[in-house]
């Protein structure tokens, strides 16, 4: 397969996160034209945005894709109906508890910024919940606009997250 080099995020912190968080990528996985290449461990990270919710399990996969940004997008959203999420429009449920969350992180070296779907995550150079997993698999990745992955982490500070074993 030749294919795009895509980064997602993973997290959750509703139910048995960790199990499902290794479900999702084995559905990664099993994606059309898409295989997994690498997947950090799991991360807790408190909760952003939120506080006053459980702590997350943060992850990140790294995937070759032949599905175009937009497929691999509503993709990742049927996984995460198919684990329970609802996705609703309010800043509660954007930043609430949830069963499972993937973010379209990076899709190669792609600038996409159409409704519904902005590549590089606009944020991703700002999260240390992200990073971390994500420098973990791909340290040299680029975020386009913002340099490396290692580098965006290392301006970043990431106490408090701890791998899991």
């Known amino acids: 397969m030749s294919g795009v080099h895509a980064c997602v995020g993973l997290g959750g912190n509703v139910g048995e996160v960790a199990r499902t968080l290794a479900a999702a ?13 690498r997947a950090s461990r799991f991360y807790r990270t408190p909760a952003w945005g939120r506080r ?4 997350f399990l943060n992850g990140a996969a790294v995937l070759e894709t032949g599905l175009a940004a937009q497929a691999l997008l509503d993709a990742l959203l049927a996984i995460e109906r198919d684990f329970g999420r609802a996705r609703g429009d309010g800043e509660g449920e954007r930043w609430g508890p949830r069963t499972l969350d993937l973010d379209l992180l990076l899709y190669g ?4 910024d159409i409704p ?27 975020i386009p606009g913002h340099g490396p992955v290692a580098e965006a982490l290392a ?6 997250i701890e791998a899991i074993p």
Do not use: C, K, N
């Not at 990528?25 to 290449?37: F, G």
């Not at 006053?52 to 702590?55: M, R």
């Not at 070296?109 to 996409?112: C, M």
């Open 25 to 37: 990528l084995h559905a990664l996985d099993r994606l059309p034209d898409t295989r997994l290449l």
């Open 52 to 55: 006053d919710q459980p702590d």
């Open 109 to 112: 070296d792609a600038v996409i």
């Open 116 to 142: 519904g779907l902005r590549v590089p995550h606009p944020h991703l150079h700002e999260r240390a919940f992200a990073l971390l997993p994500l420098a973990e698999i791909a340290p040299a990745a680029v």
């Open 155 to 160: 301006a970043l500070d990431a106490s408090g």
